[in-house]
Nanobody, 120 residues
């Protein structure tokens, strides 16, 4: 499986962006896709995930503003980001993972980062 992330850019605070993560290869074996972000000097953190069942989970600070969805026909997962804040500025990555219970475990399959910059 390979992932291709896209959709980042520069937006003013309060604006919106939609990130895309296109999967190629044996995508039918994917248990879950996670969206991570990493700001300069910070650790990479999980912000949203979607399971093969369609259920979704979000980091508390983005809940109500970000929505993760998927289009199975296009093998693509989206991250719709609304009401963006300067603190959302980061490189965003998608990842193939799996859930064990309620915990998301990354597999070593990452899309390239796509930079989101939110100006105040």
């Amino acid at each position: 499986v390979q992932l291709q992330a896209s959709g980042g850019g520069l937006v003013q605070a309060g604006g919106s962006l939609r990130l895309s993560c296109a999967a190629s290869g044996s995508s039918s074996s994917i248990d879950a896709i996670g969206w991570f972000r990493q700001a300069p000097g910070e650790r990479r953190e999980l912000v949203a995930s979607i399971r093969s069942s369609g259920s979704t989970e979000y980091k508390g600070s983005v809940k109500g503003r970000f929505t993760v969805s998927r289009d199975n026909a296009k093998n693509t997962v989206y991250l719709q980001m609304n009401s963006l804040k300067p603190e959302d500025t980061a490189d965003y990555y998608c990842n193939v993972g799996r859930f064990i219970g309620s915990y998301y475990y990354t597999q070593n399959i990452w899309g390239q980062g796509t930079l989101v910059t939110v100006s105040s």
